[in-house]
């Protein structure tokens, strides 16, 4: 693995591991030393332009959390972090970058790879017009390029070599405890500790299992972080151990905005101290988010994220040893350079929106926002929008190495909305405010090949759709799929259905979808910790695993899990029989919600029938995969001691 240094780049966060470095003078930014790429600077902007070819029936892979396929290759992509729940293969920017692809040139010759690691924004065009290229534009002269082909030995790479490689470079992925792979039940709109009570209730009196609910912003005082509303949580120690006694692990939400409110204690600190982002003048600049008027934390800042990894005690005082970072890109609704009316006449004006009106804004203003605040980084002043993209990732980096020091390693839960690469290894991510519809079901698939390719293996989608009102069916085939991924969470958004498992009328046939996951977390954790060890990839497309094998190499809703299954699951209304592409023989494994029957599977293509209370998947004979005797109410009640070989 080769590092290109152009300019001054900005500080080493992604890459762990020690590499070869070439520092890129101006002889060589005229003639390129990559073989599969050539690059020139526009002297208008500063910018560099890089240039790959590809052959007709290359694959592109990787960019991590990025809408269109497993195959990058038609597609437009912007790595810019961005708050906007209209996913489409028109969207361009999602919550993360991950500026990493890996080209597999087939079974005889050798795969490439490439991570253009610069915090500014990224332009990609991968064959967009069947141009037989791919053209990165990254809006800096400052940044480092890595490349990974054959060795001095001339040994040729599959593109899974390529991608341990990288995976190795970058550090060793966050690995929560086993309860993480619980199920998780959220919802913007529980508000007290009643309601969150009742849905614990409902699940027990629907023998569900559940591990963890989550606590969305109605928990704080005022939206305000590091602080509990003591009319709707009047003793949240007391509570927190309730539900731990039941084997439930609460989930609360912090945002990347600090109220400006003086006498708030993490607002005073935070001014004293010279820890937040500056606007144009030089003072701490203001934005509003769901408080109002709120300060961002300068993460760039090693003493920043230090205090502010600090404030977490607050509530792991209460017994809490998971959370989720939300609006950390930052999202930004107006600020003080950008808003049109004030207080309470824009919040009314805002609200009475379409939420496609709310979101077009809230992107609009922050764009331009981006280029009105700085942070302080190694002495000098830097402006947002040259490191945007790494924001989020360092106020993930502030919560895992505060909770490491307040819980220890491997005792908690963390997951993040924005994100880049290097942040895995502090905690995982959700993509983000997804809708209930099939096509995001699908990408759902997609994306889980693509994050673990870049190091985001605890990851998850919010199951059933956060936007929407989802259907019966489509919770259900959405859970069959994220029985299989890390985090497992229904999610979804205040104003929509309930979309409780038990809010759909008879709970049975989610009971026997769930079940599945409470059987099967043994053998999922085994994996995704092994996988975190020795950097390979917990969820894989086909053709990682059968290299020479062009029809695997096609298929984009069938993955591989752990070394021992390949998953199938149902993507469209409607159906209840689907095609399944079979690499080689295989068991064929039904499961009913309580009984695992198996059958062999040629390999080929074959038909299969899958009814929606059922789960379908496949198992590599060699394989050992160990499952529970019983279905045990959660995690905690898991008996490791007594698991059967599948």
């Not at 509990?228 to 939400?253: Q, T, Y």
């Not at 990732?393 to 895992?400: D, I, L």
């Not at 085994?526 to 695993?545: I, K, T």
């Amino acid at each position: 693995m080769r590092q290109y240094i152009f300019g001054k780049p900005f500080e080493e966060f992604s890459v762990v591991e020690q590499t070869q470095e070439i520092i890129v003078t101006d002889d060589l930014l005229n003639a390129c030393p990559i073989t599969n790429m050539t690059w020139k600077i526009n002297n208008e902007d500063g910018w560099i332009t890089y240039v790959i070819p590809l052959d007709r029936d290359d694959i592109v892979y990787g960019l991590g959390e990025s809408m269109h396929g497993i195959n990058k290759r038609g597609g437009k992509y912007v790595s810019y972090n961005t708050d906007n729940s209209h996913h489409s293969d028109k969207m361009h920017s999602m919550y993360g970058s991950h500026n990493f692809i890996v080209i597999d040139r087939g079974c005889d010759k050798s795969a490439e790879a490439y991570y253009f690691d610069t915090p500014a924004r990224v332009v990609w065009d991968i064959d967009v017009d069947e141009s037989g290229e791919i053209v990165v534009v990254c809006e800096t002269l400052d940044m480092r390029l890595y490349e990974i082909s054959e060795d001095s030995e001339n040994q040729t790479l599959s593109a899974y070599d390529a991608t341990k490689i990288f995976r190795q470079a970058i550090g060793q992925s966050f690995v929560p405890p086993m309860w993480a792979f619980g199920f998780c039940q959220s919802r913007w709109g529980y508000k007290t500790e009643s309601d969150v009570r009742n849905v614990v209730k409902k699940y027990r009196e629907a023998d569900i299992p559940l591990d963890m609910v989550c606590m969305d912003i109605d928990y704080m005082d005022r939206y305000i972080d590091f602080t509990v509303n003591k009319k709707r949580f009047p003793d949240l120690a007391k509570f927190a151990g309730e539900m731990k006694s039941d084997g439930i692990h609460l989930v609360p939400i912090i945002d990347a905005g600090v109220k400006v409110e003086p006498g708030n204690d993490t607002y005073d600190e935070g001014v004293s101290k010279g820890f937040f982002c500056t606007n144009m003048e030089g003072k701490p600049f203001q934005a509003a988010v769901w408080p109002g008027m709120t300060h961002f934390p300068d993460f760039f800042q090693a003493s920043c994220r230090k205090w502010f990894g600090s404030k977490y005690k607050v509530l792991t005082d209460c017994g809490i040893d998971a959370f989720w970072n939300d609006m950390n890109e930052p999202s930004i609704f107006y600020s003080e350079y950008t808003k049109k009316t004030s207080g309470i006449k824009m919040l009314i004006n805002f609200l009475s929106k379409s939420a496609a009106e709310k979101y077009a804004e809230i992107d609009n203003n922050a764009y331009k926002d981006y280029r009105h605040f700085y942070h302080y980084i190694n002495g000098e002043r830097v402006l947002h929008h040259n490191v945007h993209n790494q924001y989020g990732a360092r106020m993930t980096q502030a919560g895992g190495e505060g909770l490491e020091k307040l819980l220890g390693k491997g005792n908690y839960l963390l997951y993040s909305r924005s994100s880049y690469i290097g942040s895995h290894r502090y905690g995982g991510i959700w993509t983000g405010d997804n809708e209930s519809t099939w096509d995001l079901l699908r990408t759902n698939v997609k994306h889980m090949a693509s994050l673990n390719m870049c190091g985001f293996m605890y990851s998850g989608a919010d199951t059933g759709g956060f936007g929407g009102n989802c259907t019966r069916e489509l919770l259900l085939r959405w859970l069959a799929f994220s029985d299989f991924t890390p985090l497992m969470r229904n999610h979804a958004c205040m104003g929509t259905r309930k979309q409780e498992c038990y809010a759909f009328g008879d709970t049975e046939d989610f009971k026997r979808i769930i079940n599945l996951r409470y059987r099967l977390v043994p053998y999922l954790y085994e994996e995704f910790v092994e996988a975190a060890r020795d950097n390979s990839m917990y969820m894989r497309p086909l053709g990682f695993d059968y290299p020479e094998d062009r029809t695997a190499k096609a298929i984009e809703d069938q993955l591989m899990v752990g070394r021992g299954l390949m998953v199938t699951p149902i993507l469209h209304e409607g159906m209840t029989k689907r095609d399944v592409y079979v690499p080689e023989d295989m068991e064929l494994i039904r499961f009913d919600g309580y009984t695992f029957t198996k059958s062999q599977a040629r390999k080929g293509w074959q038909q299969i029938d899958v009814p929606v209370n059922e789960v379908v998947f496949f198992k590599l004979p060699e394989e050992s995969v160990k499952v529970t005797r019983e279905v045990a109410k959660c995690t905690r009640d898991i008996n490791m001691d007594d698991l059967i070989e599948l």
